[in-house]
T-cell receptor, first 113, second 111 residues
């Protein structure tokens, strides 16, 4: 049973544009929602994370928007750059950030220059 | 600060063999989690070790086993390898309620 659904599967954005990736979850016990960025041949790197007591978190060009009632959260990448081209994974877990992460299937982002 | 390191980087095995993958956790981290990432998929949780004890397990058969050592490093052992075990195996370390940080993984190919 897939507990975190991620869309779209792939995304092409022009340089300077906004990239938006969406995730939906089922388990209302989830209380920690990170986003990871993965480049080919590398492991996932933590990008930004949010807990459900806030609706938005911003770090530089990256913003997470969180809608607890809809059980959805999204990643916005402002002013997208070719260096942002990578695969992005949303994830969720409960109790604490150090427990088992449930990942979405990933979104491959290509930013054209 | 040293990040999570995994060895070997790549490994080729044949069906039925056994394999051991190794992970050194990030400095100061006491919890290690292992994930399997099939091609084009998100990582799937295998199990987690805390204080040398298994502290949670995903939907993987018993032929997947692990160890954590007093220095918090860890091993993943897989017996009776199957073709479907071909994947990237990722190790992540964390401290307490802190976030998980991943290594670059071991690419395992089963022939």
């Amino acid at each position: 049973q897939q507990q975190v659904k991620q869309s779209p599967q792939s995304l092409i954005v022009q340089k300077g544009g906004i990239s938006i990736i969406n995730c939906a979850y089922e388990n209302t016990a989830f209380d920690y929602f990170p986003w990871y960025q993965q480049f080919p041949g590398k492991g996932p790197a933590l990008l930004i994370a949010i807990r459900p007591d806030v609706s938005e978190k911003k770090e530089g060009r990256f913003t997470i928007s969180f809608n607890k009632s809809a059980k959805q959260f999204s990643l916005h990448i402002m002013d997208s750059q070719p260096g942002d081209s990578a695969t992005y994974f949303c994830a969720a877990t409960y109790n604490q950030a150090g427990t088992a992460l449930i990942f979405g299937k990933g979104t491959t982002l290509s930013v054209s220059s | 600060e040293t990040g999570v390191t995994q060895s070997p980087t790549h490994l080729i095995k044949t069906r039925g063999q056994q394999v051991t993958l190794r992970c050194s956790s990030q400095s100061g981290h006491n919890t290690v989690s292992w994930y399997q990432q099939a091609l084009g998929q998100g990582p799937q949780f295998i199990f987690q070790y805390y204080r040398e004890e298994e502290n949670g397990r995903g939907n993987f058969p018993p032929r997947f086993s692990g160890l954590q050592f007093p220095n918090y490093s860890s091993e993943l052992n897989v017996n009776a390898l199957e073709l479907d075990d071909s994947a990237l195996y990722l190790c992540a370390s964390s401290l307490g309620e802190g976030p998980q940080h991943f290594g670059d993984g071991t690419r395992l190919s089963i022939l």
